[in-house]
């Protein structure tokens, strides 16, 4: 019996929480299809020398006897269901890593005003993780030359790692890279002010 998997989309394929679990002797097999932390679902197709079954939905399980059986029709498992028969597994799932974003003023290293205010709940989140690997991410809008959009991506991710250290965090536990205008979190034309743009992203794994 085998279990192939497909995502609908990149982002899908690195953070949906799509897990085979095994339930009862070695001659039953159930795989149950979880929702990721955004709500995103994936796609499973469960074959076995007798036939194949997609499962599409949140929550959705069919069972396998044995190579030679046809999976089950599938069904949605209730989370009461989920949690009284596999949380064992779930309870020794890694933790998913939690995303910041912080936003800068215009060609400037300066954190606005909201984005001062989330610093703490990034410094806090390390500690509750006891975090030792923390990603520091610069970026910019497409507004001026590019050459100094990646100067300025490295002054920000430099400037957001000084603070986080300035509170505690080792900084052997952090990772620092910077891509100018090459990734802006919204699409524009070349030359365009975006504020969503001017960004540093902060990943706590």
């Known amino acids: ?39 995103k679902v994936g796609h499973v197709t469960v074959s076995t020398d007798a036939a194949s079954i997609d499962i599409t939905k949140a929550r959705e399980a069919t069972v396998v006897k044995g190579r030679q059986d046809i999976p089950s029709s599938p069904k949605i498992l209730s989370e009461e269901e989920i949690e009284a028969n596999f949380s064992p597994v779930l309870n020794i799932l890694p933790e998913q890593p939690v995303h910041f974003i912080l936003y800068f003023k215009q060609e400037s290293t300066e ?56 509170k505690g965090v080792d900084p052997a536990y952090i990772t620092s890279t910077s891509h100018g205008e090459e990734n802006p979190l919204i699409k524009t034309a070349d030359n365009v002010h975006e504020p969503r743009n001017r960004r540093v992203e902060v990943v706590v794994r």
């Open 1 to 39: 019996m085998k279990s192939n998997h497909q995502q609908t989309h990149l982002l899908l394929c690195i953070f949906s929480l799509l897990f085979v679990l095994l339930c009862g002797c070695a001659k039953k097999t159930t795989v149950v299809l979880l929702p990721d932390p955004d709500g």
């Open 111 to 166: 954190l606005t005003a909201a984005s001062t205010k989330t610093l703490p709940e990034i410094i806090q989140m390390i500690a509750d993780r006891s975090s030792q690997n923390i990603s520091v991410i610069g970026h910019t809008d497409t507004a001026g030359d590019s050459d100094f959009n990646l100067q300025l991506s490295r002054r920000r991710a430099s400037a957001i790692q000084r603070l986080l250290v300035e």
